[in-house]
């Protein structure tokens, strides 16, 4: 069987009659090359069907054209739709997005930054377990390309995008208490990270606004998986003095939540007031629909993406920028007003 040899670089000058460096500079798109040698080097790739030979040429010139997200996990939907939308923007600007899941762990953070560095990608977009540990914000810090951190505040030497979580957070508990609600069990996920740290003082900035005192025993955090969930709204559920109300602030920890409230053979809305800190379809198609905080995941995941971008395209240094975005309560029918306790004035 004949081997059909792949065009060569040295067939396209010969057949465009020119140099080999001007057919270079057409494919680096170069501006020295003039529009008749340009367009006869076109020709001649489209006549003999020549295929650059991508990695060779980005390691000659240092550029990939690769950028890296990395989130906790893939599993849960509402990172999907940040990594769609930047994954859009990546696309049409010439860069194509690697994807990982950190497991919410610094040390596999870390080993994801040299992987990344090794294979040269230009940028990289990513959460953080931890904002307080130092060695992953020096690791972040020194890093040789440029990152987008998202959900995350600390680092205010790195470009940010985040949801205001704690207003978020301050819209969902005044809407329980003014329902009555005076005691409002919280099920969050790390106080480590910014969206969780965030939702607490929300919960408890509302509560001392209204001079309701919190009740430590309903605050219930480190709720990564709808499994903890379950577990911990039993346990809320359980007792005398149980709450009257919920807040579902970690994310997309409502399926844990609700199999709870069933369990106990309780309804949303009638024998609890429920708000879910993260919308969703479970959450609008529910019965009752579920009360839920809503914030633009595309538009988070499309602002990281064209910050990267410029910081990869701009060499010179400037300040780190943040972008926060709004968030808003969605007003279903789960909250219910409260039979225990009189309403706010």
Same mark, same amino acid.
């Given at each position: 069987?004949?081997?059909?040899?792949?065009?060569?670089?040295? =067939? *396209?000058?010969?057949?465009? %009659?020119? +140099?080999?460096?001007?057919?270079?500079? &057409? /494919?680096? $798109?170069?501006?020295?090359? !003039?529009?008749?040698?340009?367009?006869?080097?076109?020709?001649?790739?489209?006549?003999?069907?020549?295929?650059?030979?991508?990695?060779?040429?980005?390691?000659?010139?240092?550029?990939?054209?690769?950028?890296?997200?990395?989130?906790?996990?893939?599993?849960?939907?509402?990172?999907?739709?940040?990594?769609?939308?930047?994954?859009?923007?990546?696309?049409?600007?010439?860069?194509?997005?690697?994807?990982?899941?950190?497991?919410?762990?610094?040390?596999?953070?870390?080993?994801?930054?040299?992987?990344?560095?090794?294979?040269?990608?230009?940028?990289?977009?990513?959460?953080?377990?931890?904002?307080? =540990? *130092?060695?992953?914000?020096? %690791?972040? +810090?020194?890093?040789?390309?440029?990152? &987008? /951190?998202? $959900?995350?505040?600390?680092? !205010?030497?790195?470009?940010?995008?985040?949801?205001?979580?704690?207003?978020?957070?301050?819209?969902?508990?005044?809407?329980?208490?003014?329902?009555?609600?005076?005691?409002?069990?919280?099920?969050?996920?790390?106080?480590?990270?910014?969206?969780?740290?965030?939702?607490?003082?929300?919960?408890?900035?509302?509560?001392?606004?209204?001079?309701?005192?919190?009740?430590?025993?309903?605050?219930?955090?480190?709720?990564?998986?709808?499994?903890?969930?379950?577990?911990?709204?039993?346990?809320?559920?359980?007792?005398?003095?149980?709450?009257?109300?919920?807040?579902?602030?970690?994310?997309?920890?409502?399926?844990?939540?609700?199999?709870?409230?069933? +369990?106990?053979?309780?309804?949303?809305?009638?024998?609890?007031?429920?708000?879910?800190?993260?919308?969703?379809?479970?959450?609008?198609?529910?019965?009752?629909?579920?009360?839920?905080?809503?914030?633009?995941?595309?538009?988070?995941?499309?602002?990281?993406?064209?910050?990267?971008?410029?910081?990869?395209?701009?060499?010179?240094?400037?300040?780190?920028?943040?972008?926060?975005?709004?968030?808003?309560?969605?007003?279903?029918?789960?909250?219910?007003?409260?039979?225990?306790?009189?309403?706010?004035?």
């Amino acid at each position: 069987m004949a081997v059909i040899k792949k065009a060569t670089i040295r =067939d *396209v000058a010969a057949k465009a %009659g020119v +140099a080999l460096g001007t057919v270079s500079r &057409v /494919l680096n $798109d170069h501006p020295s090359v !003039t529009p008749q040698a340009r367009r006869a080097v076109r020709e001649a790739i489209e006549a003999l069907g020549y295929e650059r030979d991508a990695v060779a040429g980005s390691l000659r010139n240092a550029r990939t054209r690769m950028v890296a997200c990395a989130i906790r996990d893939f599993d849960i939907p509402a990172f999907a739709s940040y990594v769609k939308a930047a994954e859009a923007v990546f696309r049409e600007a010439g860069y194509t997005l690697l994807l990982a899941s950190t497991s919410n762990e610094k040390d596999v953070e870390l080993s994801l930054l040299r992987s990344f560095a090794q294979r040269r990608v230009e940028g990289v977009m990513m959460t953080m377990s931890d904002e307080a =540990d *130092v060695e992953l914000a020096q %690791g972040i +810090a020194s890093a040789s390309m440029p990152i &987008v /951190l998202i $959900d995350r505040e600390m680092m !205010t030497n790195v470009d940010r995008v985040m949801a205001d979580h704690e207003d978020g957070a301050d819209q969902a508990t005044s809407h329980l208490l003014a329902l009555g609600h005076r005691r409002i069990g919280m099920i969050v996920g790390d106080p480590a990270a910014y969206p969780s740290r965030s939702r607490i003082a929300g919960y408890r900035r509302t509560h001392d606004r209204h001079g309701v005192q919190v009740e430590e025993r309903l605050i219930r955090n480190h709720v990564l998986s709808n499994e903890v969930a379950f577990r911990e709204t039993t346990t809320l559920l359980s007792g005398d003095n149980r709450p009257t109300a919920l807040f579902v602030a970690a994310v997309d920890m409502l399926p844990g939540t609700l199999r709870a409230i069933r +369990a106990a053979q309780m309804v949303p809305g009638r024998d609890i007031g429920i708000v879910a800190g993260s919308d969703s379809d479970l959450a609008e198609l529910g019965s009752p629909p579920i009360s839920a905080l809503s914030w633009d995941r595309g538009e988070m995941g499309r602002h990281a993406a064209e910050m990267l971008i410029e910081r990869i395209r701009d060499k010179k240094p400037r300040p780190a920028r943040c972008v926060r975005l709004p968030v808003a309560l969605i007003v279903r029918d789960s909250a219910g007003r409260s039979n225990a306790d009189q309403a706010l004035k």
